[in-house]
């Protein structure tokens, strides 16, 4: 079974610095992608980043990027410039593309506070 | 376009009783995944339903099922509600015209309190 663990509870930043938030995996699968989702105070879940395991190189999306080592299962989140509303409850995700069913298995979540 | 939505938004019930729980998918989407989410926990996925099928299921009793109509729409049902069901439970929803593109949409989810 495939396994997402956050071993960070909680990270915090100073506006218009950079952070990362870490992220391991565990799986015997070979293709699959993986996530990040953002989950402020309002609850509704957000889509960050997406990262297909197939692919070396690592996505960007504006402030946010990726650093994917697939042969260490790390997938680590880094976000420049940081923001307030950046603050939010963050979750690693992982789903198999072995199965059609996009099941996404969450991580802990790590809680970013952004300091003014 | 509409996102995601889901209702009601707060619901307070009590141990034995049912509940049920509704979900709009967004335009377009025609998959719908359930997934609980505890208090500072990441979400568990409960199941996913597709062309009004379950589809796969996670590690959850009977006790939860759930329903999509022709139009997409679905509910998760849990009977003999326990204080562990105490939970947000948020809706997702897809269009799978390939593993590369289904993107999970969330919805703001329902806050379920059993007392």
């Known amino acids: 079974a495939q396994t997402v663990t956050q071993s960070q509870p909680e990270m915090s930043v100073q506006e218009a610095e950079t952070v990362t938030l870490s992220c391991t995996y565990d799986t015997s699968e070979s293709d699959y992608y993986l996530f990040w989702y953002k989950q402020p105070p309002s609850r509704q879940m957000i889509l960050v980043i997406r990262q297909e395991a197939y692919k070396q190189q690592n996505a960007t999306e504006n402030r946010f990027s990726v650093n994917f080592q697939k042969a260490a299962k790390s997938f680590s989140l880094k976000i420049s410039d940081s923001q307030l509303g950046d603050a939010a409850m963050y979750f690693c995700?992982?789903?198999?593309?072995?199965?059609?069913?996009?099941?996404?298995?969450f991580g802990q979540g790590t809680t970013l506070q952004v300091k003014p | 376009d509409a996102g995601v939505t889901q209702s009601p938004t707060h619901l307070i019930k009590t141990r034995g009783q049912q509940v049920t729980l509704r979900c709009s998918p967004k335009s377009g989407h025609d998959t719908v995944s359930w997934y609980q989410q505890a208090l500072g926990q990441g979400p568990q996925f409960i199941f996913q339903y597709y062309e009004e099928e379950e589809r796969q299921r996670g590690n959850f009793p009977d006790r939860f099922s759930g329903h999509q109509f022709p139009n997409y729409s679905s509910e998760l049902n849990v009977n003999a509600l326990l204080l562990g069901d105490s939970a947000l439970y948020l809706c997702a929803s897809s269009f799978p015209l390939s593993p590369s593109t289904d993107t999970q949409y969330f919805g703001p989810g329902t806050r379920l309190t059993v007392l």
């Open positions: 995700a992982y789903r198999s593309a072995e199965s059609n069913t996009g099941k996404l298995i």
